[in-house]
């Protein structure tokens, strides 16, 4: 596949030609200027009506966040559940949880008496300590509220795992000698490339738990997942990209979209498309509307927004045609209106706020489960995690967060 030019480099230029976030956009000075924010206030919904009436007309939409660990984002999602259910979507797909755990989700969402343990647990056996956090755990707990407070004969909410492991997870599945974080014995433990199978067991889950059966379901991960009808540029020397697979792998977005075409929707939170239309788009749901509010809009149909151009390298859906769009197989200038259906904005990059830890997490049988994990990622039976140790990773961890985070406010 042929090589791009810096996307990043043309949206920026677009954007200067444009006018998109410059001081006399927020002025609105001129006419044309004007008549865009005032379709753009035409147009947007509350955020939450916004993603409910998407399942008028599609059976799959996917809601996508970007960086992790931003508090609004995940809060959103758990107001969103109650509202779901009431337009007759009973079905989470969700990205933070592994799928070998379905069992105990079902168990935990329609037990008599919500299990906080059994919740830890779920979150932990995720990413260990990486996404333990009250925000995503307590997620479970908004969707057993709502099927506790259901009538015996009426349909159950279901959070439906998506996810599996970064890689190995037991010493038998490594060969002498490696890591559990070696990009060749994850390829191997999970049947082929990590990060291309990784998405496809998804779809498979997707495609099995909801599409088979005819029920309409928001799926909720990384806004890397969720690209539909684009499909990002993959690595043309095939090596290992930061260690973890070969470039950009087909989303499980992407392969939905195969399957059942525009009966999927994708949206994207604000914040989750990096580079300079983050900030492009800020300022033009700004200048419409001063006073803060949440609000959802089609990016497709509102043509200020949809112009604003992206800096993702990559090709559209060979079934998408645009007027004067290479359309398959070929790199050019891409706007928002080609990489997302929906936006939702829920506050300014600069007011984002991390999630909360879960503080009593690590339980005596939790800690010495994440010390094996971590002597399987590093291929060492000898190493030993103290207390001050794991405080110590912890603390990496959370201090990596918040750089993705503050990443996202400075792009």
Not at 240 to 243: A, K, L, N, S, W
């Given at each position: 596949m042929k090589r791009c030019i810096d996307?990043?480099?043309?949206?920026?230029f677009a954007a200067a030609l444009l006018g998109f976030g410059a001081p006399h956009m927020v002025a609105g000075q001129n006419a044309q200027e004007r008549a865009s924010l005032e379709q753009l206030r035409r147009e947007a919904q509350p955020a939450e009506d916004y993603v409910v009436g998407k399942f008028r007309d599609h059976d799959i939409v996917f809601l996508g966040e970007g960086p992790h660990y931003v508090r609004q984002n995940i809060e959103f999602l758990q107001r969103l559940i109650s509202k779901l259910y009431a337009a007759g979507v009973h079905n989470l797909g969700y990205e933070f949880l592994l799928s070998k755990d379905q069992a105990k989700v079902d168990e935990l969402l329609n037990g008599r008496h919500y299990d906080e343990s059994l919740a830890n647990d779920l979150i932990f056996n995720f990413r260990l300590l990486h996404t333990s956090f009250r925000e995503y755990r307590d997620v479970l707990r908004v969707a057993w509220e709502i099927n506790h407070a259901l009538p015996a004969?009426?349909?159950r909410f279901r959070v439906v795992a998506l996810d599996v492991p970064l890689g190995p997870t037991e010493w038998s599945q490594l060969r002498e000698g490696e890591k559990g974080m070696d990009a060749k014995a994850r390829d191997r433990w999970i049947g082929g490339d990590y990060g291309s199978r990784r998405n496809i067991l998804w779809a498979d889950i997707i495609s099995r738990q909801f599409i088979e059966k005819d029920a309409k379901a928001l799926i909720y991960a990384?806004?890397?997942?969720?690209?539909?009808?684009?499909?990002a540029e993959e690595n043309p020397e095939g090596t290992?990209?930061?260690?973890w697979h070969r470039g950009h792998s087909r989303s499980a977005g992407n392969l939905i979209y195969s399957y059942i075409g525009d009966r999927t929707f994708r949206?994207?939170?604000?914040?989750?498309e990096a580079g300079p239309e983050v900030a492009q788009a800020e300022s033009l749901i700004t200048a419409a509307f001063p006073e803060k509010r949440q609000l959802g809009v089609d990016v497709r149909s509102v043509t200020a927004l949809g112009a604003v151009p992206s800096s993702q390298l990559g090709y559209l859906s060979p079934s998408v045609t645009r007027v004067g769009a290479e359309t398959a197989g070929g790199c050019r200038s891409f706007t928002l209106a080609d990489v997302t259906d929906g936006y939702v904005y829920l506050a300014p990059r600069s007011e984002f706020r991390m999630q909360?830890?879960?503080t009593d997490i690590l339980t005596l049988q939790r800690s010495r489960e994440f010390t094996r994990q971590m002597q399987i990622r590093k291929g060492d039976r000898n190493l030993s995690?103290?207390?001050?140790?794991?405080?110590?990773?912890?603390?990496?961890?959370?201090?990596?967060?918040?750089?993705?985070?503050?990443?996202?406010?400075?792009?």
């Open positions: 996307a990043k480099l043309v949206a920026m004969d009426a349909p990384g806004s890397g997942h969720t690209s539909t009808r684009f499909y290992h990209y930061e260690g949206i994207t939170l604000h914040g989750s909360r830890r879960i995690l103290s207390d001050a140790d794991i405080a110590n990773i912890v603390r990496e961890i959370d201090e990596r967060n918040r750089r993705d985070v503050e990443g996202v406010r400075n792009d």
